[in-house]
T-cell receptor
Framework: EPEVTQTPSHQVTQMGQEVILRCVPISNHLYFYWYRQILGQKVEFLVSFYNNEISEKSEIFDDQFSVERPDGSNFTLKIRSTKLEDSAMYFC??????????????FGDGTRLSIL | GQNIDQPTEMTATEGAIVQINCTYQ??????LFWYQQHAGEAPTFLSY????GLEEKGRFSSFLSRSKGYSYLLLKELQMKDSASYLCAVMANTGFQKLVFGTGTRLLVSP
């Protein structure tokens, strides 16, 4: 079964540094998402992406964050000038193989980001 | 605003049946999803309701009442591997179908 893949599985970064989290969505999906989950808390929506542009973003997704689809397969989340409170598990998800976003979103295994 | 409520924790015995409830108040509604999440792992899709009624998928069933803002996930013939968190998520009709998650219900299955 096709999967969403994320790299790296764990990223440790000094506060103030930039970090890029990478995702390869399921190949025929058209809608891509980033969520985060701070340890012990609920999964929170960050951003959705369709047709090479952001379609919706949450209040968490401020100017520190950006997303990009640099080629036909990768979908990246960049966090500039990381803060301690950015430490969390970041999940990429995708859906919409028939152009319909009203489908289950499939999640990758996540990247655990630790800011020191 | 968006509000999704689930019990924090439940316990059950192997072989039993357990029902996990979820109530929601969201600004729009385009479906309710149940995910399973083992500690430190990704949410895995279990079940999806758009219309009122019961959806059955093997040992798992999910029910929806849109008028009551209520859903439940029913797990039958519980196995030890079912010990996990169960996340209720609403696809709110606020744009491109983001999922709004509840805090999850931690289920512990004992022998």
């Amino acid at each position: 079964e096709p999967e969403v893949t994320q790299t790296p599985s764990h990223q440790v970064t000094q506060m103030g540094q930039e970090v890029i989290l990478r995702c390869v969505p399921i190949s025929n999906h058209l809608y891509f998402y980033w969520y985060r989950q701070i340890l012990g808390q609920k999964v929170e929506f960050l951003v959705s992406f369709y047709n090479n542009e952001i379609s919706e973003k949450s209040e968490i997704f401020d100017d520190q964050f950006s997303v990009e689809r640099p080629d036909g397969s990768n979908f990246t989340l960049k966090i500039r000038s990381t803060k301690l409170e950015d430490s969390a598990m970041y999940f990429c998800a995708s859906n919409g193989d028939d152009g319909n976003s009203n489908q289950p979103q499939h999640f990758g295994d996540g990247t655990r980001l630790s800011i020191l | 605003g968006q509000n999704i409520d689930q019990p924090t924790e439940m316990t059950a015995t192997e072989g039993a049946i357990v029902q996990i409830n979820c109530t929601y108040q969201t600004s729009g509604f385009n479906g309710l999803f149940w995910y399973q999440q083992h500690a430190g792992e990704a949410p895995t899709f279990l079940s999806y309701n758009v219309l009122d009624g019961l959806e059955e998928k093997g040992r798992f069933s999910s029910f929806l009442s849109r008028s009551k803002g209520y859903s439940y996930l029913l797990l039958k013939e519980l196995q030890m591997k079912d010990s996990a968190s169960y996340l209720c998520a609403v696809m709110a009709n606020t744009g491109f179908q983001k999922l709004v998650f509840g805090t999850g219900t931690r289920l512990l299955v004992s022998p």
